[in-house]
């Protein structure tokens, strides 16, 4: 903190005297009165009357400007000796706001960039990771039931019947046309209204919907899919790249969006939390999302492809990278006690309608993770310095949390989330990955570490191919595949700040090591250790 420059005055001296008074050159030749000059008292006529009042007048604005001074020369001491512990503060600590729950307050570190070390963050490491791992013992959740699940959103359930088509890839069936078929199905749509490239691809369907309309018994239905596959996280982990390689595939290509976000945030109604409810986004809208795909496999079921066993092949697919983790919608709703955590997960309502989906996740090292999160989402005055005190700041109110609450809680905790300066919950794999394993089969989800996709995408790419059924590829799309440039990489700006400070990956490691420990351990693959020497 820097003070600024006060002027309280002039540098013109101002003469205080009192010229009225006689200063003149013959002073020492005439008596001067005093206000105790009680020696002529017994006459009247010794007595200088006007004199008198005009000295008391002079000496009362000498003492009132002295007082003035002195009142200017106080207030100046008080206000340096503030700066000074402001000063001080500024380099040993501030004390956080206060926590949205009853958490213990703590004192945060900040430091420059010459004096950073781990052992000034105030955090004891062995203390944090020994509560991290006594905590693991109320990870594990309780499953809703299906009807309870069913009960939160009825209508939803009643659009998605219990079976699909058997002799399609992908996960569709048929739905009846409740109004007339000229009527525009993507008039209302609300990932249009919002998006100008969907927008384009409901006016290309549009043009051909009433062509794919099937007339059975007399009434009329049309084609819906839900996603065969679903890449579901983790954010700065590569799933924008592997989606649009997959897009190049001539199974894949008819998917339109990849982060729809809907089954976290926009079927609740928010697009942002941050800016509160909006606008329901009706299941019929996430499905319009497929209609593309729907409508050519139509074309394989009618007849009307030449390659109509290639058609019955396609499939549908979203990468949604909040689907593993968001689940803080639940927070915003009545009734929902934090404490405890989400009553309902994404995975929960997924597997309610498609027990069958195929679950990809791609992780990196939480400490590299964390870090581009950060200087991707942030959007001013990031540093290296600026990222170990938000680092510090989070991993202590977590640390808080876990002294009162279980590790499933703090980890979902919303309120804790949003009071966090970075995402530190998001590199805790473990919870995250456990939680989607009590739901679905062991075989229908594929975890992919960052690291291999980046080494060797050929031999990783191909692990994808088999697990969606997919290929073999022509040598032409192969190529054009492995030499299509990384997307989303680090923007040079954010390239040119640096590495993190060795102190903040010590930290970092220290606390992820507990999480990346148990999640090798369920995945039975060192490689998730993310271990250095």
Not at 183 to 191: E, Q
Not at 239 to 253: A, C, G, K, N, Q
Not at 338 to 363: S, Y
Not at 422 to 449: A, C, N, P
Request: charged fraction near 20%.
């Amino acid at each position: 903190m820097s003070l600024k420059d006060n002027q309280h005055g002039s540098n013109t001296h101002r003469d205080h005297r009192p010229h009225n008074l006689p200063l003149t050159d013959n002073f020492g030749k005439r008596s001067i009165k005093t206000f105790l000059d009680f020696r002529n008292t017994n006459t009247l006529e010794s007595l200088d009357i006007k004199g008198f009042l005009v000295l008391c007048l002079v000496n009362l604005t000498c003492v009132s400007k002295v007082k003035v001074v002195s009142l200017l020369v106080g207030l100046m001491l008080m206000f340096l000796i503030t700066a000074s512990y402001i000063l001080m503060w500024e380099r040993k600590g501030l004390l956080l706001s206060a926590f949205p729950h009853p958490f213990t307050p703590v004192v945060v570190t900040t430091s420059t960039t010459a004096d950073i070390s781990l052992d000034k963050s105030l955090i004891d490491m062995k203390v944090l990771v020994e509560i991290i791992n006594c905590n693991e013992q109320n990870t594990s959740r309780k499953v809703p039931d299906k009807k309870d699940v069913i009960n939160t959103d009825p209508h939803f359930f009643s659009v998605i019947p219990d079976h699909f088509l058997p002799h399609i890839k992908s996960p569709c069936w048929y739905q009846e046309l409740s109004s007339d078929i000229g009527t525009d199905p993507y008039k209302n749509n609300h990932f249009s209204l919002r998006s100008k490239s969907f927008k384009n691809v409901c006016d290309h369907m549009r043009a051909r919907f009433h062509q794919h309309v099937c007339n059975i018994d007399g009434k009329l239905f049309r084609l819906r899919c839900l996603p065969y596959f679903y890449i579901i996280g983790q954010p700065k982990c590569g799933t924008t790249d592997l989606f649009h390689r997959l897009l190049m595939l001539p199974e894949v290509t008819f998917n339109t969006i990849k982060e729809p976000h809907w089954w976290t945030r926009k079927r609740f109604g928010y697009i942002r939390f941050k800016k509160g409810f909006q606008e329901h986004f009706p299941i019929e809208d996430y499905l319009d999302l497929f209609d593309m795909a729907a409508i050519n496999i139509q074309e394989g079921i009618s007849g009307n492809s030449s390659t109509e066993q290639h058609v019955l092949q396609i499939i549908t697919g979203e990468a949604s990278a909040s689907t593993m983790w968001d689940n803080q919608a639940w927070s915003y709703l009545s009734g929902y006690e934090e404490r405890i955590g989400p009553p309902f997960l994404a995975q929960d309502f997924i597997h309610a309608v498609q027990p069958g989906a195929k679950i990809i996740i791609m992780l990196r090292d939480p400490v590299e993770r964390l870090y581009s999160d950060y200087l991707y989402f942030t959007l001013a005055n990031k540093s290296a310095e600026d990222f170990h005190q938000k680092v510090v700041e989070s991993v202590q109110l977590f640390q808080c949390c876990l002294l009162e609450r279980s590790l499933r809680s703090c980890v979902y905790n919303t309120s804790l989330f949003n009071t966090m300066t970075v995402r530190l919950t998001l590199g805790m794999y473990y919870v995250f990955v456990l939680d989607w394993l009590t739901i679905f089969q062991r075989e229908q989800i594929l975890v992919l570490r960052l690291e291999d996709y980046a080494a060797n995408l050929k031999k990783t790419i191909k692990k994808v191919f088999d697990f969606l059924s997919v290929g073999p590829l022509s040598e032409q799309v192969e190529a054009a595949l492995t030499k299509r440039p990384m997307s989303n990489t680090r923007r040079a700006k954010d390239r040119s700040l640096g590495p993190m400070f060795p102190a903040t990956r010590t930290l970092l490691s220290q606390f992820y090591q507990p999480f990346n420990s148990k999640l090798a351990s369920i995945l039975d693959k060192k490689a998730f250790l993310w271990s250095y020497s």
